[in-house]
């Protein structure tokens, strides 16, 4: 057993998939810095052996510096394969930032807040869970060489378990589970669509070199343990917004507490960050929701329907409908977004006497966690609250 694991954490396991997929080094990497051949598809992407992780921790002692993370080198590739390189940069894509701030304001907006509200608990937990696991393991990525890393923003984390393993199996199951009987559709379908999506989000964490094989099966068994712990809750768990008035106070003070104290790390990594903006994001659904059933804005979908939902059949339309009211959506979340995070960086700013747009100071712990946590609780409160009261103003069903 020990052996196996060895060989699924090897770095060399998850370079030879990268060549079978046509991904490679360039032979020179000196050479090929400047390149300009198309075929050879050079590209400047940071790769190093046994980075230090950085996974957003407190700030240093009082009269110190946070050392810095030693610079990657530049790390030239090849691709042989333009198919396998689209296709899991765009799988890659499913686990970011980019693809839930669109799907799960989506499927509120446009398919069923019940839904949306599953998946972001689930999310969340998943979410937080393997960010400080990450951290308590220190597990370092693929060592490059012999692999390429195709993604610079993640490479001081450390890698296991793979977090996007855990969210993509997550969203894909939670969704799969919440909606078999709910709506009428094919289960078969359902499960191969799920484990597809779920299995292209972690191929592409080996194709990108960001993860071994072992952090990614982990990614898969935790969550597939989280999700069958918290299955038989979930309907407690959905109905504690209308729980006590004091709720929208816990909501708050738990999750940014559990941000603050998230653990300390040498070296400044996005990990904090990205815990902060999942757990604010969360928080920000969460208290909506609250809003909602508090105020009597919306009433609340019950748990089940008394007859299961066809699908609708998609028409102009309804395609039309769907697409401007996640334009109007959007565009209002974009500008609450820029609005919050200008003007609470601004007093955090004016408070802690630092200089207006320092990269570095809005690193420090007691800048990064306010300002993320209050911008993006304010995100999840406009997208499940003032959202729809602008879709219904706007006569959009």
């Given amino acids: 057993m020990a052996e196996l694991l060895r060989s699924l954490q090897d770095s060399e396991l998850v370079a ?8 490679f080094p360039a032979p020179d990497e000196g050479s090929r810095e400047n390149s300009t051949d198309p075929a050879e598809h050079a590209a400047r992407v940071p790769g190093v052996d046994h980075f230090p992780a950085a996974n957003g921790g407190g700030a240093p002692a009082k009269g110190q510096r946070r050392a810095a993370a030693p610079q990657a080198f530049v790390q030239n590739y090849i691709v042989k394969n333009y198919f396998y390189y689209y296709l899991f940069r765009f799988s890659a894509a499913l686990g970011q930032e980019v693809f839930y701030i669109t799907f799960l304001p989506f499927t509120h907006w446009n398919i069923d807040p019940y839904l949306s509200r599953r998946l972001i608990i689930i999310w969340v937990l998943v979410m937080y869970i393997g960010q400080v696991a990450k951290d308590i393991l220190k597990w370092p990525r693929p060592s490059s060489p012999p692999v390429v890393k195709l993604e610079k923003r993640v490479i001081a984390e450390y ?35 799920a ?15 960001m993860h071994t094989v072992l952090d990614v099966l982990g990614g898969v068994l935790i969550t597939t343990l989280l999700i069958a712990l918290t299955y038989p809750a979930w309907t407690l768990i959905d109905g504690l917004d209308s729980a006590s008035p004091l709720f929208p106070v816990c909501v708050i003070v738990v999750p940014f507490f559990l941000c603050y104290n998230y653990p300390v790390s040498d070296y400044y990594s996005p990990t904090r960050a990205d815990t902060t903006t999942i757990m604010a994001a969360g928080a920000g ?4 929701c609250w809003i909602n059933h508090f105020f009597h804005l919306v009433s609340k979908p019950t748990e089940s329907l008394p007859v299961i939902q066809n699908i609708p059949p998609l028409t102009t339309d309804l395609l039309v409908l769907v697409l401007t009211k996640f334009t109007v959506g959007i565009v209002l979340i974009l500008l609450v977004r820029q609005l919050v995070q200008n003007l609470s960086l601004q007093v955090l ?4 006497k630092v200089v207006t747009r320092n990269k570095e100071a809005r690193r420090r712990l007691e800048i990064e966690v306010p300002y993320k946590f209050v911008t993006y609780t304010s995100v999840g409160i406009c997208a499940t609250t003032f959202v729809p009261m602008l879709h219904r103003f706007l006569g959009l069903p």
């Fill in 285 to 288: 659904v969460t208290i909506g």
């Fill in 195 to 209: 484990v597809v999506f779920s299995t292209l989000v972690c191929l592409s964490r080996l194709y990108t070199g």
């Fill in 16 to 23: 030879r998939f990268q060549r079978r997929c046509g991904l």
């Fill in 349 to 352: 700013y004016s408070w802690f």
């Fill in 159 to 193: 890698g296991m378990p793979s977090t996007h393993a855990m969210a993509s199996t997550a969203i894909a199951f939670t969704l799969l589970i919440s909606t078999m009987d709910r709506y009428q559709y094919p289960f078969v379908l359902g499960l191969v669509m």
